[in-house]
């Protein structure tokens, strides 16, 4: 395991106790300031390290990186460099920060320090290719119970393969952009043809997602242990959903303009390395897969996750509590099997892992679910209720890995929703 991950270390920043950016974190954004362009940098703590400044004076000289490859408005460029040369790059800013390193002296600090209430997140890569998964088996037998039979509610595939499609990558933002309500068809039960109307059941979706520091040749699989290495890290992932719509477009070619109007990611890619002591088993695979997607030893990832729904009246309400753990397919599964037919796969990817629901009620990770399509009241803190998203409210997603020694964190993945637009 990396020296940087060593829960002993101390930072010289201070680094309050239940932060998600403790030194062990170090994940990679792209941020920008009133008098800073857009460029890369490690958040730690309340701030954010410059990687423009440390690269430019110096401090990572030896770790053979090209000139201006943080000074850019997205990661593309320095994940492209590949796994080893981002743990090498997370080692190095891992030492920089300890407590007893003089490197940066008291003036390098300040400048290199910007603290987050100064910054703007943005984008941290520019999306090619997007592709969701279904990966929790939670999920799909609730759908496929709510919507086709509770007896044979996953589909005879689901177990031998990781369900997927190829998503909308042009709508995938940043947390804190605002997403309007769509419009569309929709089919209401008790009319015979569909009607054009804003979305009434519009919905999130809890995801996970990894975004690749790989690139492969047409034709050329990657096999499932070399799936790891094109992997840069994770962030949370917020699938928006118009139920309404899905339900009336998606037979027979799946999930359309139900879900491209908007997707939000959070903006701090958390590291493979920093996750590594969060590993774990996954469930169970029975039917046994085929050779091309088995796995051994711990491919899954203990991280817990949160969903908050908030009004405009209310404080935020905690609605889901759930945890990656739960998904049935791995990350390394889903790469291998993406790529199984010779499909390339570019820097900058995003796979999301579809909605993570656990075993209990309160950590399904949807509205559908949560209300059972719109059966039940979600209650909130204020005494509102909710069995969808309303104009205003806004959906919150914290993902975080922690145990007795040290806590790894994601920051959040916030969006609102706003009124729709018409023509
Ligand atoms: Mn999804």
């Known amino acids: 395991m990396s020296a940087a991950n060593n829960p002993q270390l101390k930072s010289w920043v201070q680094v309050e106790p239940h932060s998600d950016f403790p030194i062990q974190n170090l994940p990679f954004g792209i941020f920008k300031t009133r008098y800073l362009a857009p460029g890369a940098g490690v958040a730690i703590g309340n701030f954010v390290l410059d990687l423009v400044y440390l690269h430019e004076q110096g401090y990572l000289d030896g770790l053979g990186l090209p000139s201006g490859i943080f000074n850019q408005a997205q990661l593309n460029g320095f994940f492209a460099l590949g796994r080893k040369k981002i743990s090498s790059v997370r080692e190095r800013v891992s030492e920089l920060l300890q407590y007893d390193n003089e490197e940066l002296n008291a003036a390098a600090r300040e400048i290199a320090l910007v603290p987050m209430a100064e910054v703007r997140m943005l984008m941290p890569v520019q999306v090619h290719n997007y592709t969701d998964f279904y990966s929790s088996e939670e999920h799909a037998t609730n759908v496929g119970s709510m919507f086709r039979d509770p007896k044979n509610a996953l589909l005879p595939n689901w177990k031998h393969l990781p369900v997927g499609y190829h998503g909308r990558a042009s709508s995938i933002v940043v947390s804190g952009t605002a997403i309007h309500r769509p419009y569309g068809q929709i089919k209401l039960p008790d009319q015979e043809l569909p009607v054009f109307s804003a979305s009434r059941k519009m919905d999130f979706e809890l995801e996970m997602a990894f975004i690749t520091c790989g690139e492969s040749k047409l034709g050329n699989p990657i096999s499932i242990k070399e799936a790891e290495a094109n992997i840069a890290g994770l962030v949370i992932f917020n699938d928006w959903s118009a139920r309404d719509i899905q339900q009336w477009e998606y037979v027979p070619l799946g999930p359309f303009l139900g879900k ?90 995003v796979y999301a892992s579809g909605t993570i629901s656990g075993p209990s009620p309160g950590s399904y990770g949807s509205l559908l679910e949560l209300t059972w399509n719109g059966q039940k009241l979600i209650e909130l803190s204020n005494g509102e209720s909710r069995t969808f998203i309303q104009d205003g409210d806004s959906i919150i997603m914290k993902a975080f ?9 994601f920051g959040i993945c916030e969006g609102k929703i706003l009124p729709a637009k018409s023509l």
């Open 401 to 409: 890995a922690s145990n007795n020694q040290v806590r790894i964190g």
């Open 260 to 349: 491209n109007f908007g997707s939000t990611l959070s903006p701090w890619v958390v590291t493979l390395d920093a996750l590594e002591p969060f590993r774990v088993q996954g469930p169970e695979q029975n039917p046994q897969v085929l050779p091309y997607l088995q796995t051994e030893g711990k491919r899954n990832f203990d991280i817990q996750l949160e969903v908050y729904l908030q009004t405009e009246k209310s404080e935020a309400t905690t609605i889901c509590r759930s945890n990656m753990k739960y998904l049935y397919w791995n990350v390394a599964q889903q790469l291998a099997h993406h790529t199984i037919n010779g499909c390339n796969i570019a820097v900058g990817d």
